[in-house]
């Protein structure tokens, strides 16, 4: 297991004491050892100091950070800027992305329109300097015009020169098991790394889902809404539903695990702690 990668993602918050709390959480998953954490980026620019700051936090205190960038809604200028800053702090591994702009925000600005194209960017400006992950969408990204059209859209940022993927969470590993079967038969080979959303709320892990496409299966969705406020005992059923997910994932020989943290240590590492793998 000495090539296993685990990373946690963060998002940045606007208040001192949500800062205050991600440092916190990022100390208690320090512990695990994690390979980096990332911290990802309002599209648009809109969270772009901050992610700044948190990433080089994170960076100077010696575990490495990646932080996300998507190219939508911003000048090229401005991505070459960041990417100089990233380069002259130390970082190591930069997540690429399109993005989705928030609504209300023109895109106008936009000079690069998919994450390919940003791959690209990276790779003409820095060479080699970092390692480009890149987003990947076994249940499909909700604006693909089908499966097949996704993958050859996923094969085009391999193509360009991401060095591993990290996946939308899902909680059915057959749809990722089939992805990556799919992607090697492209001749894709890097590392697809499943990305692992904890259990802990339904209401806003619906909501959520809807937008990104990722299905929540239906004894799961009805399991949860049978809970209603019950928040202990919807803790308690997400921990098992996520901790056998992973342990299945394991067993298949994944090349690592991306726990979405949503900012919070505990459900995290109760999974992790439940595996009986190690
Ligand atoms: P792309 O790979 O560009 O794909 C977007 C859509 O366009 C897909 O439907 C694809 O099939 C299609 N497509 C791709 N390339 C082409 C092409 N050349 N020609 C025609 N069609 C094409 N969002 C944020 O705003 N900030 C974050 O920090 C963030 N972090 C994320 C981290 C992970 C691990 C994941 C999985 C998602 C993250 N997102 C983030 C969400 C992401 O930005 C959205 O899902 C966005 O809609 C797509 O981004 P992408 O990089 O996958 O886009």
Redesign the pocket.
């Known amino acids: 297991m000495d090539d296993f990668r685990l990373s946690f993602?963060f998002?940045p918050t606007k208040t001192e004491e949500g800062t205050r709390k991600l440092y916190n959480t990022r100390n208690q998953l320090a512990e695990l050892n994690p390979d980096f954490f990332?911290?990802?980026?309002?599209?648009g620019g809109s969270t772009r100091s901050n992610?700044i700051d948190i990433v080089t936090e994170i960076n100077n205190k010696g575990i490495n950070a990646a932080p996300?960038?998507?190219c939508?809604g911003e000048s090229k200028e401005n991505i070459k800027e960041l990417l100089q800053h990233y380069a002259d702090s130390d970082i190591k591994r930069i997540?690429?992305?399109?993005?989705?702009l928030p609504s209300g925000m023109a895109a106008s600005a936009g000079e690069l329109?998919?994450?390919?194209?940003?791959v690209e960017l990276i790779r003409n400006e820095h060479g080699d300097k970092f390692e480009l992950?890149?987003?990947?969408?076994p249940e499909?990204?909700?604006?693909?015009?089908n499966f097949e059209?996704?993958l050859?859209?996923?094969k085009?940022?391999v193509d360009a020169g991401a060095n591993s993927?990290?996946?939308?969470?899902f909680f059915n590993p057959d749809s990722y098991f089939y992805y990556v079967d799919r992607c090697q038969e492209m001749g894709i080979d890097i590392p697809i790394i499943p990305?692992i959303m904890p259990i802990t709320n339904y209401t806003k892990l619906a909501r959520f889902s809807d937008a990104?496409g990722a299905e929540i299966p239906r004894w799961i969705r009805k399991q949860l809404e049978a809970y209603g406020d019950d928040t202990e005992s919807i803790m308690k059923f997400g921990e098992e539903v996520i901790t056998q997910m992973c342990e299945d994932l394991v067993e298949n020989d994944v090349p690592g695990l991306?726990f979405?943290t949503l900012n919070q240590a505990e459900p995290c590492l109760n999974v992790w702690n439940n595996l009986s793998l190690w």
Do not use: W
Not at 113 to 118: F, M, T, V
Not at 165 to 169: P, V
């Open positions: 993602e998002f990332s911290v990802t980026y309002g599209a992610t996300h960038l998507s939508v997540v690429a992305l399109r993005g989705d329109n998919y994450a390919n194209e940003l992950e890149v987003a990947a969408y499909m990204h909700p604006q693909a015009r059209d996704d050859i859209n996923f085009r940022k993927a990290i996946t939308q969470y990305g990104c991306h979405y």
